[in-house]
Nanobody, 123 residues
């Protein structure tokens, strides 16, 4: 079993910064792509940023230049540094990880989501 736990959300004024963390633990053979998504009330979940195992990154258009995704492979952790936050960044932020699990001779990739962390930006 794999656990994915996010932390770092909270309330911040517009223009402020927050850093989210997401740690994966459990029977993980390898940790592949990791990413952050968000869902605002009444809206669909959207991509914020992703990072591959080799460190290649991609960002949603609305956060480019303000958010930075990074990872620490030794800690199985991905981070999201959010700067110059805007009220429209208010949402529940979810971490998604893709892991390889080996069971006997079987090797498969699985996707896991965290429980989400609330980010609220006041104007």
């Amino acid at each position: 079993q794999v656990q994915v736990v996010e932390s770092g959300g909270g309330l911040v004024q517009a223009g402020g910064s927050l850093r989210l963390s997401c740690a994966a633990s459990g029977s993980i053979f390898s940790l592949n792509d990791m990413g952050w998504y968000r869902q605002a009330p009444g809206k669909q979940r959207e991509l914020v940023a992703t990072i591959t195992s080799s460190g290649s990154t991609s960002y949603g258009g609305s956060v480019k230049g303000r958010f930075t995704i990074s990872r620490d492979n030794a800690k199985n952790t991905v981070y999201l540094q959010m700067n110059n936050l805007k009220p429209e960044d208010t949402a529940v932020y979810y971490c998604k990880v893709i892991v390889t699990i080996v069971t006997g001779t079987l090797r498969n990739d699985y996707q896991y989501w965290g429980q989400g962390t609330q980010v609220t930006v006041s104007s």
